[in-house]
């Protein structure tokens, strides 16, 4: 049976009111004026062991606070890092699809569209619709479209492509389509495409040479008919 | 005979965006043209690939697309694509693998070009691939494309 210790420890209230001040402090997070309260006190008695266990309890309490503050911090960082991360995709996604149709004005009047990579439906279609605006927008008056890097197309897909040469020619434009290889010279005859109003090239170099003596035809001619005036 | 065999060759790419599939159709070509087949016909698992990740961000909500490089049996070997996603079923397929439709009818030529897409895409999956297949899964479906070497 353990023996029950009921002698009487008696202290100052003095001390009582300091251990009760101490308690104050450490509930508002006060944890160094607590400890320093509690460590005032000289002496061995029984009462100072409490004062003590008190005094360890209190450092490790302040020691966890910190710790979860400092792993909040490092949480938020993180949460901020990774907006940033998410920010950058998606202007990078936007990119891509800008790289993907470049329409580029050669000169006056004269737009490019070099076709690499994958050429799938969807991309067919938003090639359509960039290049008919940039059309329109730019007030071009002739289209050259290149797939020299493209080397197969789904035969819908091709479809569509003569389509939308043809819709150039609705747009008052010429439509130069360069670079046309053998698979694909196939798959548009398989399907049987009408290329009138579009004219083909066998490079983009070849179109825009070609270009360039219409044009200087056409500019000789004014020019003539100027002199004659 | 006891041949060595090698496990085939897996490639996971998730699918959330509309513009993933620029980033896995080059891959998938890449990865068609190591595995031996020709320039053109690797040129074509790429638009396969291109077209069923588009129909994952499109339609399928998010998903991923597998290329499986199998060799076996040999010489010959498989590359399969498999298309998941844990969007909605195709509710009618014949009619969704028309051109110019999806799984509800004919697509209204003045909406086509809103959709992103010529309503094509399945279409050209069945033209290019070798063998098509169509599952539905508990959550979501899956569509699988083979190409023989």
New interface residues.
């Given amino acids: 049976m353990a023996e029950i210790d009921d002698t009487e420890v008696s202290i100052r209230s003095e001390r009582l009111q300091n251990v009760i001040q101490a308690l104050s402090y450490a509930s508002v997070d006060e944890f160094e004026s607590c400890i320093i309260l509690l460590e005032k006190n000289e002496g061995e008695d029984e009462f100072k062991e409490l004062e003590t266990a008190f005094a360890i309890f209190v450092q490790e309490l302040s020691e966890a606070k910190k710790e979860v503050a400092r792993a909040l911090t490092r949480a938020e960082a993180s949460n901020r890092e990774l907006e940033a991360k998410l920010e950058t995709i998606e202007m990078q996604?936007a990119a891509?699809?800008e790289l993907?149709t470049p329409i580029i004005e050669v000169w006056a009047g004269v737009l490019c569209l070099p076709v690499v990579?994958?050429?799938?439906?969807?991309?067919?279609?938003?090639m359509?619709?960039t290049l008919l605006e940039t059309i329109v927008a730019k007030q071009a008056r002739t289209a050259i479209v290149d797939i020299t890097g493209i080397?197969?197309?789904?035969?819908?897909?091709a479809d569509?492509f003569i389509k939308m040469a043809r819709a150039v020619r609705l747009l008052g434009a010429e439509c130069i389509v360069s670079g046309i290889n053998p698979?694909i010279a196939q798959t548009l005859t398989h399907i049987g495409v009408d290329l009138t109003g579009v004219r083909t090239m066998r490079s983009l170099r070849d179109a825009l040479q070609f270009h360039l003596k219409e044009t200087e035809q056409l500019a000789a001619t004014h020019h003539g008919r100027k002199d004659h005036l | 005979m006891d041949e060595a065999r090698v496990r085939p060759r897996v490639r996971v790419f998730p699918v959330e965006?509309?513009?993933d599939?620029?980033?896995i159709?080059?891959q998938a070509?890449r990865l068609a043209r190591q595995f031996g087949l020709s320039?053109?016909r690797a040129?074509?698992v790429?638009?396969v690939v291109?077209?069923l990740a588009?129909n994952i961000a499109?339609h399928g909500v998010r998903g991923d697309l597998t290329i499986i490089l199998d060799d076996d049996p040999p010489p010959r070997g498989t590359l399969t694509v498999l298309a998941r996603d844990i969007g909605p079923p195709i509710k009618d397929l014949a009619t969704a693998m028309t051109?110019g439709c999806d799984d509800t009818g004919p697509i209204d030529p003045a909406l086509?070009?809103h959709r992103?897409?010529?309503?094509?895409?399945l279409?050209?999956v069945l033209?290019?691939s070798d063998r098509f297949d169509y599952q539905e899964l508990p959550e979501g479906k899956e569509i699988t494309a083979r190409f023989f070497r």
């Fill in positions: 996604q891509i699809r993907s990579g994958v050429v799938d439906s969807q991309r067919s279609a938003e359509t619709e080397d197969v197309m789904d035969t819908k897909t569509h698979g | 965006h509309r513009n599939s620029v980033l159709a080059p070509r320039a053109r040129a074509e790429a638009i291109s077209e588009s499109k051109d086509l070009l992103g897409g010529l309503g094509t895409g279409g050209a033209r290019l």
